[in-house]
C-alpha cells in the first residue's frame, strides 16, 4: 500500500471477530478508512455498529474477546497488524492517544490529576518530570480549567466531569500526539459542561494540527466536531462524505433514519383535579458535611405525570433524588408521599415506605451485577416486596420480562454482560417494577444510550406510565428528552430551584437567564452552530468558553 504524503492513517478491510458460544464471529466486516493530518473524522451509528472496535483497531488493539482478523491497518507507514506487539505499545500514549467515554473511571483514584498525566512523556523520555509538569500546567490553561497551576495537584474525585474530561484531553496531549481516538467524550455531560468540552477540544486539535476520530451517537455533536463523517451499521460501512453534505443530502435510507431520530413526542398532560401530590418535596435543605447542597427545593409529583429536573451538574439534581429515596436525609424540610410524611432516612423506613420510590439508574452496566443472573436481578426485589417464592417468583419475572419487552425464555437465565445496552436499561427498569412503586426515579436513564436506542426506551417508559399510571421523576440534561417525555418542568441551579412549570410555558419566552442558557447551549445539526454561539456569548478564542 501506498500512502499520500498527509495520509496519516490508511485502513484497508478491515476485519475483526469476537469470541461468543465457543466460536468466532465476523463483527466488523471490511470497513475502509482513510485520515490525513490534521484532520477529524465522525464515526457514528447506533450500539452494536463497531465504533469503538474500529477506533482501538486504528491503534491495533483489539478488546479482549475480540481479535483483528483481516486486513491493512497502517499507520503513518507502519503496518499495524504485523508489527510486534511492543512496537504498538510504543505507538500507544505518545504518538496515538485515546479519550475514553467516562473520565471518572479512567482515571486512578487514588493519584493525583498532575502525576497520571506526566506518566507517559517521562515513560517515553519525552520530557523529564518537572518539564512535564510544567507542560501539564500550560495544557491546563489552554483548556480553560480553572487554577491551572493548581488543579493538577487535586485527586479525580475534587473536580468536576466537565473538569475531569478537559484534564484527559490535556493528558492525551501531554506526548504531542499525531492522532487522538475520542471515544463518546461528553456523552455524560450537561449542555452547558458538553459546550466548554466540546470547545476545548475543537481548540486543542486545531493548535496542534491533530488528526482525530471522534466516535459518537449524538448527531449535532459530530457536526461540530468533524470535517468528515462515516455512518456504521453492525459492522459495516453505509457511507461517507464531508460534514456538510452528510448533513444536507445523505444517501442511504439508514442515514436518514438516523437524521430523523428523536421523532417520538407525547401530549402534555395536567394536573388531575382534586388529587394529591403522590410525592411532594417540601421545603428540602441538604448538605454533605458542612457543605450545603440544597436550599429549600419544593416541588411536586402526581399520579401517571412526568417531572422532569434539568440542570448541569452539581445543580443538586440527583441529590434531591438522594433525599427522596432517603439516603441522603435533608438538615430541614421534608418529604412526603401520598400525604404521609416520610421519615428523613431510608433506615428509619417501613418496607412499604421504601417499596413506593425506587430508582432507574444512568448506568446500567455498573448498576446491574455482571456475575448474578437477569431472574435473580429482578427476582431479588419481587421476593423481598412481595413475599414471592417458587414458580409465583418465575412466574412474576416472567410477566416482568413480558412488560419490558424481553422474551422470558431468551433471557431469564442470562447474566447482563451478555445483553446490550438498551437491553440491560431494559432489565434496570423491570427491577424497578418489581417493588411494584408508585413513583419512579429516573435518572439519566438515556444519557448513555445512542439515539435509536434511546427512543426506544422513552417509549417503553411512557407505555409503562399510561399502563400502570406511574408518575416519574426524570433527571436529566438532555433537553430534547424533556420536550418528549416530560409533563412539567423543574430548573435547578447550585442547589435551588430557579424556574418550575407546565413543559409548554417552560419552553416559551420570557425564560429565566439560567433556563434561556441552558435551551441556547443544545447542539443543533449545524457545523457552525458552535462557532456561532461562541461568538454570540464573547468568546474570542475557543478554549475560552471555559470561562463563559
Known sequence: MKQDQDVLLQIEDLRIEGYSDEKWIEIVHGVDLTLKRGQVMGLIGESGAGKSTIGL????????????????????????????????RALRGSRIAYVAQSAAASFNPAHKLIDQHTEAPVHYRIRKRMESQEDA????????????QEIGFRYPHQVSGGQLQRAMTAMA???????????????????????????????????FNTAAIYITHDLAVVAQMSDVIKVLLKGNEVE????????????????????????????????????QPIMSVQNVDAAYGPVKVLQD???????????????????????????????????????????????????????????QAQMIYQMADTALNPKVRICDIIGRPAAFYGGLKGTKLKSRVDEL???????????????????SGGQKQRIGIARALAAEPSFIICDEVTSALDQLVAEGILKLLDRLQ???????????????????????????????????????????PPHHPYTDLLLSSVP???????????EERGVDNIGEAANV
Open 240 to 275: 461517507e462524505a464531508d460534514t456538510e453534505t452528510m448533513l444536507k443530502s445523505p444517501k442511504e435510507d439508514y442515514t436518514k433514519s438516523l437524521w430523523a431520530v428523536r421523532s417520538f413526542q407525547r401530549d402534555e398532560k395536567k394536573r388531575p383535579e382534586n388529587t
Open 401 to 419: 420480562l413480558d412488560l419490558i419487552e424481553l422474551e422470558p425464555s431468551k433471557y431469564y437465565h442470562r447474566y447482563p454482560p451478555e445483553l
Open 173 to 207: 496531549m501531554a506526548c504531542r500526539p499525531d492522532l487522538i481516538i475520542f471515544d463518546e467524550p461528553t456523552t455524560a455531560l450537561d449542555v452547558t459542561t458538553q459546550i466548554e468540552v466540546l470547545a476545548a477540544i475543537r481548540d486543542i486539535v486545531d493548535q
Open 137 to 148: 500546567m500550560q495544557l491546563y490553561e489552554r483548556l480553560r480549567l480553572p487554577n491551572p
Open 57 to 88: 483497531a486504528a491503534m491495533g488493539f483489539a478488546r479482549d474477546g475480540c481479535r483483528i482478523s483481516g486486513g491493512s491497518i497502517e499507520f503513518d507507514g507502519m503496518e499495524l497488524t504485523t508489527t510486534s506487539e511492543s512496537d504498538r
Open 524 to 534: 443543533e445539526m449545524d457545523p457552525n452552530w458552535l462557532t456561532t454561539v461562541l
Open 297 to 355: 427545593v419544593s416541588f411536586d409529583v402526581y399520579p401517571g405525570m412526568t417531572v422532569a429536573v434539568v440542570g448541569e451538574s452539581g445543580s443538586g439534581k440527583s441529590t434531591t433524588a438522594r433525599c427522596i429515596t432517603g439516603l441522603l436525609p435533608p438538615t430541614s424540610g421534608k418529604i412526603v408521599a401520598n400525604g404521609m410524611e416520610l421519615p428523613p432516612s431510608y433506615k428509619q423506613r417501613t418496607k412499604d415506605q421504601l417499596r
Open 466 to 508: 399510561r399502563e400502570l399510571n406511574l408518575a416519574y421523576m426524570f433527571i436529566t440534561h438532555d433537553l430534547a428528552t424533556v420536550r418528549s417525555i416530560a409533563d412539567e418542568v423543574v430548573v435547578m441551579k447550585e442547589g435551588r430551584v430557579v424556574e418550575q412549570g407546565p413543559k409548554g410555558e417552560m419552553f416559551t
